[in-house]
C-alpha cells in the first residue's frame, strides 16, 4: 500500500493523479476539516484516512500494511507569527512520519526544499553537495524545513531506506491563487516593480514525475534538487504578465524600497488584524540570486523538464479561468 500525507495539497494531490493514473491504490491522509480537492474527486483508487501527522496514534493507524510512503505534508509561511506552527508539523510531524517508516520497514520519499539547502553562492549554483549552514536569524520556514530533513537523515542512520527531494519554487494552476499562484495574481492585478534576486522555478507536473521516478528506483539515502530553470525575478513577472496580457513590471524595487514596504504592511497589519501582505523575511528572500543545479535529478532519472516559459503560459491560461 502506498500512504501519501499532505494528500489534499497543491503537491499531494498532482502526485496522487499521476500514481492512480498508473492504476495505483493510494491511501490518502487529510485533516477532518480538509476539503478533497476536485483533481482527485470520486477517484475509486483513493481510500481517504482522516489523520493528522502530530497526532501518532491517528498516524499509526494509517501505517497499517503500508510500504512506500510520500510525505508531502508541511506548513509552507513567511510570517514571523507562524514559527509555532511551522516547527511543529514541519520538524515533528517529520519525525513522526519517519519514525513510523523505521517500524514499518517502508520506503520513504520525503519533500524538503531548496530553503534547507546551501545560501546562494556569488556566480554559482547550488547542488545536493551544499548544505545549509544553521543561523537563527534566517527565517523560520527555513529552518523548519531543514531541522525536519535532518529527523529523515537520522532515520536514514537507523536503517530507513529513503530519499529526499529539495524542490524550488512549484507552480500550477491548480494552486489557484495561493502560495506561488499568489504572485500571479499580483502581476495580473498591476504590479508596478521587481526585485533584482533569482531562484529556481518548476512546474507541479514535473516534480511529482520526478518524486516516483525515484520512489521506483533502486536509489536511497540520497537528496535531489527539482528544479526546471533559474530565473530572475524580472523575467518571471513579465513571462506572466504577458501571459495575464497585462503590462510587465518596468521598476526595480531598491533594498530601501522593500525595508519601507514590509514596515508598512505589518503596520497596517496591527490595525487590520490580518496577516501583513509582505514580511521582513520574504523581502529579503526576493533579493536573493539563488540558483540551483538539476544536473543530478536528469542524469539519475532522465526526466526532461518542461521549459519554464511553456509551464508559465499553462499556469495563466489555468488560472484566467477561475
Not at 501505517?63 to 520538524?91: G, W
Not at 513571462?239 to 514590509?262: D, N, Q, S, T
Not at 518542461?306 to 479561468?321: F, M, T, Y
Request: glycine share 8%; hydrophobic share 40%.
Amino acid at each position: 500500500m502506498i500512504l501519501v500525507t499532505g494528500a489534499t495539497g497543491f503537491l499531494g494531490s498532482e502526485l496522487i493523479n499521476q500514481l492512480t493514473g498508473q492504476g495505483k491504490k493510494i491511501r490518502a491522509l487529510k485533516r477532518e476539516n480538509s476539503a478533497i480537492p476536485a483533481l482527485l474527486a470520486n477517484n475509486p483508487l483513493v481510500e481517504w484516512v482522516i489523520a493528522d501527522i502530530n497526532d501518532f496514534s491517528s498516524l499509526e493507524d494509517a501505517f497499517e500494511e503500508v510500504t512506500h510512503v510520500y510525505h508531502c505534508a508541511a506548513v509552507v509561511s513567511f510570517d514571523p507569527k507562524d514559527k509555532a506552527l511551522l516547527l511543529k508539523v514541519n520538524i515533528e510531524g517529520t519525525s513522526n512520519v519517519a519514525n513510523l517508516c523505521v517500524h514499518h520497514h517502508a520506503r520513504l520519499l520525503h519533500v524538503s526544499s531548496v530553503a534547507a539547502m546551501g545560501e546562494p553562492k556569488k556566480g554559482k549554483q547550488i547542488t545536493e553537495d551544499d548544505f545549509w549552514e544553521y543561523d537563527a536569524n534566517v527565517h523560520s520556514y527555513a529552518i523548519s524545513k531543514y531541522e525536519g530533513e535532518m529527523e529523515v537523515w537520522r532515520s536514514m542512520a537507523e536503517g530507513l531506506d529513503a530519499v529526499i527531494v529539495n524542490p524550488s519554487v512549484i507552480i500550477g494552476s491548480n494552486a489557484g491563487y495561493t502560495g506561488s499562484g499568489a504572485i500571479f495574481k499580483l502581476v495580473k492585478e498591476g504590479l508596478s516593480y521587481y526585485t533584482r534576486g533569482a531562484t529556481g522555478i518548476v512546474d507541479v507536473e514535473d516534480v511529482a514525475k520526478s518524486m516516483i521516478l525515484l520512489m521506483d528506483s533502486e536509489i536511497t539515502g540520497e537528496r535531489f534538487t527539482i528544479s526546471a530553470e533559474n530565473y530572475h525575478y524580472k523575467q518571471f513577472f513579465s513571462e506572466i504578465a504577458k501571459g495575464m496580457g497585462v503590462k510587465a513590471p518596468a521598476r526595480e524595487a531598491k533594498p530601501w524600497m522593500l525595508g519601507l514596504a514590509w514596515r508598512a504592511a505589518k503596520l497596517a497589519s496591527v490595525f487590520t488584524g490580518k496577516a501583513a501582505a509582505l514580511t521582513s523575511d520574504a523581502a529579503k528572500s526576493s533579493l536573493n540570486i539563488s540558483l540551483y543545479s538539476n544536473d543530478k535529478i536528469r542524469n539519475s532519472t532522465g526526466i526532461t523538464f518542461k521549459p519554464l516559459h511553456q509551464s508559465i503560459q499553462e499556469v495563466c491560461a489555468g488560472l484566467k479561468k477561475l
